[in-house]
């Protein structure tokens, strides 16, 4: 099975797939992860990618689509979470996969208003060592300030203060949401109710899933 998680930034798209990952064994392709990385490292891409990221403003499509056919498997079995971000790298994935024989069997639309997507933002906290998530209230770690996972400090994503958060809402609105539509159209597009507990998405993520695979 190949799906897209598609919604505003901190809408819970990366809470959701690495859950589902684990537990359907697909590979949990995030190309945000997969930027900071680059950052970190100060590979040639992270160099390029850096100042766009700071900013809140997309990577420019040409290095996402190189970075996703790195990555992309042969036999597919994929949730992309936070790719597509422009029609231009939707069209993309669409020749992308037709080349390897693959399919897209979903594209989950995840819903909540902004509101929501900014407490959300306000309140994440992401590890430096691993890049467990949390959230200081919805998802707070045992220990405050602390990973679950493997005991390193947790930090504020610098993307995720106030100003740069209002950029990314925008961006979204004009260079995402039209993926809404153009999923839409191709009958691959699937809502989910974003603004309920992480327990909660997680079972009408289940719902979509699970009707999908008896298909
Ligand atoms: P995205 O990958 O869409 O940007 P995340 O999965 O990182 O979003 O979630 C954003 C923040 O909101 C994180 O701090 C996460 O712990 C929290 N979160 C995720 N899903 C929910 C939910 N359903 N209810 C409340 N908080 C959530
Ligand atoms: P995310 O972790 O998904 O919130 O992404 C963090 C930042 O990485 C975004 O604000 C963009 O600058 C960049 N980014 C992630 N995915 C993409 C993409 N598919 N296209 C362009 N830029 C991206």
């Given at each position: 099975?190949n799906l897209?998680?598609l919604?505003?930034p901190?809408?819970?798209?990366g809470?959701?797939?690495k859950?589902?990952s684990q537990?359907?064994g697909?590979?949990?392709?995030?190309?945000?992860?997969?930027l900071r990385?680059?950052?970190r490292n100060k590979?040639?891409?992270?160099?390029?990618?850096?100042?766009?990221?700071d900013?809140g403003?997309l990577v420019?499509d040409?290095l996402?689509?190189?970075m996703i056919?790195?990555?992309?498997?042969?036999g597919?079995g994929v949730i992309?979470d936070g790719?597509?971000?422009?029609i231009?790298?939707?069209?993309?994935?669409?020749d992308?996969?037709q080349?390897?024989?693959?399919?897209?069997n979903a594209v989950?639309?995840?819903?909540?208003?902004?509101?929501?997507v900014v407490e959300?933002l306000?309140?994440?906290?992401?590890?430096?060592?691993?890049g467990?998530?949390?959230?200081?209230k919805f998802?707070p770690?045992k220990e405050?300030e602390?990973?679950?996972?493997?005991?390193?400090?947790?930090?504020?994503?610098e993307?995720?203060?106030?100003?740069?958060?209002?950029n990314r809402?925008r961006v979204y609105r004009?260079?995402t949401?039209?993926l809404?539509?153009?999923?839409r159209q191709?009958s691959?597009?699937?809502?989910v109710?974003?603004s309920?507990?992480i327990d909660?998405v997680?079972?009408s993520?289940?719902?979509?899933?699970?009707?999908?695979?008896?298909?």
């Amino acid at each position: 099975m190949n799906l897209v998680f598609l919604g505003p930034p901190g809408a819970g798209k990366g809470t959701q797939a690495k859950r589902l990952s684990q537990e359907l064994g697909l590979l949990h392709i995030s190309t945000g992860d997969l930027l900071r990385e680059a950052v970190r490292n100060k590979t040639d891409l992270g160099l390029k990618a850096k100042e766009y990221m700071d900013r809140g403003e997309l990577v420019p499509d040409d290095l996402i689509i190189a970075m996703i056919e790195e990555v992309l498997p042969e036999g597919g079995g994929v949730i992309f979470d936070g790719f597509p971000r422009t029609i231009a790298q939707a069209r993309a994935l669409d020749d992308l996969l037709q080349k390897k024989g693959l399919t897209l069997n979903a594209v989950i639309y995840f819903e909540v208003d902004d509101e929501k997507v900014v407490e959300r933002l306000s309140g994440r906290r992401v590890c430096k060592t691993c890049g467990a998530v949390y959230h200081v209230k919805f998802n707070p770690p045992k220990e405050d300030e602390i990973c679950d996972k493997c005991g390193s400090p947790l930090i504020q994503r610098e993307d995720d203060k106030e100003e740069v958060v209002r950029n990314r809402l925008r961006v979204y609105r004009d260079q995402t949401a039209p993926l809404i539509d153009y999923y839409r159209q191709k009958s691959l597009l699937y809502t989910v109710d974003a603004s309920k507990d992480i327990d909660q998405v997680y079972s009408s993520l289940r719902e979509v899933i699970d009707a999908k695979e008896r298909n």
